[in-house]
């Protein structure tokens, strides 16, 4: 999984509700980040509205228009097995970014939770939780993935399993970091002198300052996730057939390349289009909440 390392100053939150329109406006005047939203969107609009758009059922089994090039009835053509290409691809999207987001958003909470424990609680516990980080972290993804796919079998939820807890440890050092930096500030020391508790601290001062960084994470993960996904499915360790995956589609396109290439086209390219759209999304929230890198509206 890739991550950004990010520093954020001391005091320095994320923008709060009510300055909702100036984060707006700064991701208006973002290129990149308006390009980012708009291919997010693109991407999200055909996951849900897949079984609206579609023309054909994506896992019906057609013998006559087998390998057929596009054409106004398939636009995008068929699979070795008659299936339209274009049905298989708008409802595929739905598996990765439903993997991407349980995962991410399992592994976000626990780290968020752990690193906020390592980073205020005790030296002892701080410790310990840095090895089992260290430990976890230690495992090469994939050879991780292949091991633990070989002994819960191919499935959705072993994916998500495997993707969660290789990310739960970037997370929560990024929360550690920030909530052990905090911890010795000039305020912190205020608030504990006029009684406030530890739980008011973490939530009001802590949790605000480390949100913005995880958000960049969490956007920046995303393409990776995907990525994942489609590899595994690709190599037979993803979700099972017939359900449509993007990884399934490039792994049939590759089997039939020499006969059309239109498969492995029309797998490749939602795959590249949600990792520029998440990528420049995370670009332009890093120029939002990173002050080093914050530009003046």
Known sequence: MSSVELIRDEGNEVPSPGASLTLLRQLRKNCLGVLGIALVVLVFASAILGPFIITHDPIRIMVGPRLA???LEFLLGTDHMGRDTFSRVLMGGRVPL??????LGSSLAVGLVLGLIAGFGPRWLDNLLLVVFDTIRSFPGIIF????????????????????????????????TQTEALRQSEYIAAERSMGAGTTRILTVHVLPNVIGPLLILVSMDVPAVIAVEAGLSFLGLGVRPPTPDWGAILNDGYNYINQTPWMVIAGGIPIVLATLGFTFLGEALRDIFDPKLRKDL
Do not use: Q
């Not at 819960?152 to 939820?157: E, K, T």
């Not at 998500?160 to 290789?166: L, R, W």
């Open 98 to 103: 439903l993997v991407a987001f349980v995962s």
């Open 145 to 176: 993935a292949l091991a633990v796919i070989g002994l819960l079998g191919p499935s959705l939820g072993s994916v998500i399993f495997v993707i969660a807890i290789t990310s739960m440890p970037i997370y929560a050092r990024v929360v550690r």
């Open 69 to 71: 090039d596009p054409s």
